[in-house]
Structure formats: C-alpha cells, structure tokens
C-alpha cells in the first residue's frame, strides 16, 4: 500500500501563488508515478499535472505556464506550484500514485492509489 499525504492548500486572492506538498510513504518512491488532480463543485476530477515514467512532466493545458510539478525524491515528496491563480483554480486538488505500467499519465483510471485531497480557494 502507498499512503500519500497533502498539505499546502488555503484560501488566496487571485493572482497569488500557493504550493502543495504530497508526502508518499509505503513504497519506494523511486518506484511512483506521481500526479495531481483536482476537482471542482459540481464538476468532475481532472488531470493537473504529472510525471511521466521517464520523468518528464506534463501539465493540462489550462495551467500550463502557471503551475509546475516537481519532486523531491530524497523527502518523498512531489510538489505543485501554483502561481497566477484565478478563481476558476479553486477545488480540491488530489495527488496521485501509479504503479501500473501505463504511459497514460492523465486518466483516473490510471492511479491506484489517492490521497486525501486539500482545498484550495482563490478569491477574486
């Protein structure tokens, strides 16, 4: 089992930045494709953010040049960046694990496992 904590997220005006940690525990981290994914009232779950298995990132179109993933292996971390936030950036922003072997980085269904979720809120 893989547990993945959040933390980091709050309430911002707009155009402010916030950054949101994810802690991994349970399995090596080496061993983790990791992702965030957040999801709005009312609205489903959607893609954010995530790391490839051969390490690169990718980000939705709709955050691109505003947010950045990145990992710190050594503390078992993955963080994302927000800067430039608007109101439409306001949901609970899960992160994510993959074990599978799958180069499909930006479907739910490619995770198995999820963390608790962290609220972020920007104010216009």
């Known amino acids: 089992q893989v547990q993945l904590v959040e933390s980091g997220g709050g309430l911002v005006q707009a155009g402010g930045s916030l950054r949101l940690s994810c802690a991994a525990s349970g399995r090596s981290f080496s061993n983790l494709a990791m992702g965030w994914f957040r999801q709005a009232p009312g609205k489903e779950r959607e893609f954010v953010a995530a790391f490839t298995w051969s390490l690169s990132t990718a980000l939705s179109d709709s955050v691109k040049g505003r947010f950045t993933i990145s990992r710190d292996n050594a503390k078992n971390t993955v963080y994302l960046q927000m800067n430039s936030l608007n109101p439409e950036d306001t949901a609970v922003y899960y992160c994510?694990?993959?074990?599978?072997?799958?180069?499909?980085?930006?479907?739910?269904?490619?995770?198995?496992?999820w963390g608790q979720g962290t609220q972020v809120t920007v104010g216009s």
């Open positions: 994510a694990a993959r074990t599978t072997i799958t180069s499909i980085y930006n479907k739910l269904s490619s995770y198995n496992f």
